[in-house]
């Protein structure tokens, strides 16, 4: 088993334990390693310290003060914000947490439509179908593509799991 700090990203760390590291790639890669605390699937192997032992003629010697930048590190393309090892702030605390019962709520009566939502949002749109709340997956381009065609969209501010990814 290999153990693996992770971070979503929303900063929070947690800990991940994984059969190899291609089985944590596979599991990423699918969609399966998600924050415990937001349930965020942008995961990153958070920057830790090897586990290595020290040889009995070795002396001691201790790591850098400035180490390199959390990014540099990891092969991801999203950057990596620096986690803080203080509390949340309260006041930002509720903020969250009203956010994300704010977006509960909107999508309650929503449907998913993964990555159909394009599609659908466009026919909506159009005409060609009811106007009904949907939810689901759309890349960058596209996203952009709606808005440049007057479609309204607007990103979630948490991240949502597919209905069949849910325990």
Known sequence: MIVYDLQCEHSHRFEGWFGSSSDFEAQLERGLVSCPECGSDTVIKA????????????????????????????????????????????????????????QEKALKNSTWVGDKFAEKSREMHYGESEQTPIHGKASLEEAKSLIDEGVAVAPLPFPVAPPDELN
Not at 76 to 96: D, F, G, R, T, Y
């Open 47 to 102: 920057p830790m310290a090897p586990a290595v032992p020290a040889k009995g003629n070795s002396r001691d010697v201790t790591a850098p003060s400035n180490p390199a930048p959390a990014g540099q590190a990891i092969a991801h393309p999203e950057p990596v914000q620096v986690v803080s090892n203080e509390p949340i702030p309260a006041e930002m605390e509720k903020a969250l947490k009203a956010l994300a019962k704010a």
